[in-house]
């Protein structure tokens, strides 16, 4: 009856993406159960082999295979994350895990861009190579991981160092980039290193009254101000064009703790003898970590001025052999102008590559030595990752299929260099 066709949904690329995006993975309580379910059905779907890991309790992590025909050779891995950051409704046009479609094709959720787009594109590719009959020769992986935006450490870090990753034999990996207001699709061959800082300071209380030496208020600001000061220095670098966000160091205050609590309020008339601040530190692959170091240990929070820190690093920075976590983007990598011609082939006009200001999984899988490159195809697509009204078009979103139908096809069928 045409009546009851009208009324149920139809089954297409952008409403599975849709009710991927239904699912509630934001934090801090990510329904990670539904989201695999849901990705698991997918793959039943497309017929994809599937297993699930928990290298952490009740945090699963799905790996989808597609088996080539010579399992000898390198595999490639798909990744994405199952989590997301927060949103709060209030603040948003369309509800944010209601995925509401506009009539010019804009779909608003939380994770349409970030990353919930490119974990169907993956699987909507796969499904058309798989209908055209397309063969892979390489074997490819598909991850869908947790926790990424809470620093990874239960999720692709464990993965990472796994003897069940190891026997994936992967040898390029793909994770997730960025969007590009323009018409170019960016990709990223590094992340920064995020690192948090907390300083706390200790001094002599007193009155609220009294100038005196050393109180942990004048012992903390101290710190905020070298710290400002340097923050300057880097943000100067930025504006004056001489480095991008990413090529620079930025550290910035996220919160700041002190006061005595009397009744609703603080007591105006005593001076604390505690106070603490956090920073948000993160570092590119092409500075020394250990000169940040040095910084914060005799500058920035010194012994001398009644400071304490704690530095949190979340992740690595450097590779086994020690080498700072970069992907090379030139002939030494033979992915490197596979992935870029089929970007090329499906039309596609590649950025210049980047480092990529924030931080994802990738860092965990270079830091095995594996290849690895940041990419979401989005082009004309205002960047609003982690911000209200995150949304992605339909037509981008289809787009960036074609593309990964093209990237896959070619990364899985090249049989050179990488033994
Ligand atoms: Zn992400
Ligand atoms: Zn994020």
């Not at 903390?220 to 160091?249: H, P, W, Y």
Request: a negative charge; proline letters at 8%; hydrophobic letters at 35%.
């Amino acid at each position: 009856n045409p009546e009851s066709q009208e009324s149920s949904e139809p089954d297409t690329p952008v409403t599975r993406f849709q009710n991927y995006l239904r699912i509630k993975t934001a934090h801090p309580n990510p329904d990670y159960a539904s989201a695999v379910s849901y990705l698991n059905s997918q793959a039943q779907s497309i017929g994809l082999q599937s297993r699930t890991f928990q290298f952490t309790p009740n945090k699963p992590l799905l790996l989808l295979t597609w088996p080539g025909s010579d399992p000898t050779l390198p595999s490639l891995l798909l990744n994405s994350h199952l989590d997301s950051v927060p949103a709060e409704p209030s603040k948003w046009a369309h509800p944010p895990f209601a995925a509401h479609r506009t009539p010019g094709g804009d779909i608003f959720a939380r994770g349409a861009q970030d990353d919930k787009c490119i974990a169907i594109q993956y699987l909507e590719a796969i499904r058309n190579l798989k209908a055209s009959n397309f063969n892979p020769i390489r074997t490819v992986h598909v991850s869908y991981v947790p926790d990424e935006e809470i620093g990874g450490m239960d999720g692709a870090a464990k993965f990472a160092v796994s003897e069940e990753f190891k026997e994936l034999k992967v040898g390029f990996v793909l994770d997730e980039g960025q969007a590009n207001p323009g018409d170019e699709f960016r990709v990223f061959y590094a992340d920064r290193t995020p690192w948090n800082l907390i300083v706390k300071a200790k001094g002599m209380p007193g009155h609220g009254s009294r100038m005196f030496d050393n109180s942990a208020m004048e012992n903390l600001m101290k710190s905020i101000e070298l710290m400002t000061r340097f923050r300057e220095t880097q943000f100067d670098e930025v504006k004056a064009g001489n480095a991008v966000n990413s090529e620079v160091i930025s550290v910035n205050p996220v919160y700041l703790k002190s006061g005595i609590v009397s009744g609703d309020g603080f007591a105006m008339n005593m001076q604390p003898s505690e106070a603490e601040a956090g920073f948000n530190i993160r570092i590119p692959p092409t500075v020394d970590p250990d000169l940040v170091k040095k910084r914060i240990a005799e500058e920035w929070a010194p012994e001398a001025r009644n400071l304490t820190y704690q530095l949190i690093e979340n992740g690595p920075t450097r590779d086994y052999m020690g080498r700072p976590l970069m992907t090379p983007t030139d002939d030494s990598n033979p992915w490197w102008s596979v992935f870029k011609q089929a970007i090329a082939a499906a039309g596609g006009k590649l950025a210049k590559p980047e480092i990529l200001a924030s931080t994802t999984d990738a860092r965990f899988m270079r830091q095995q030595g594996i290849p690895t490159l940041g990419f979401s195809p989005m082009t004309n697509t205002p960047i609003l990752l982690h911000e209200h009204d995150e949304f992605l078009k339909d037509t981008i979103f289809l787009k960036g299929i074609k593309i990964y139908e093209s990237i896959i096809s070619a990364l899985s069928s090249f049989e050179g260099g990488t033994q």
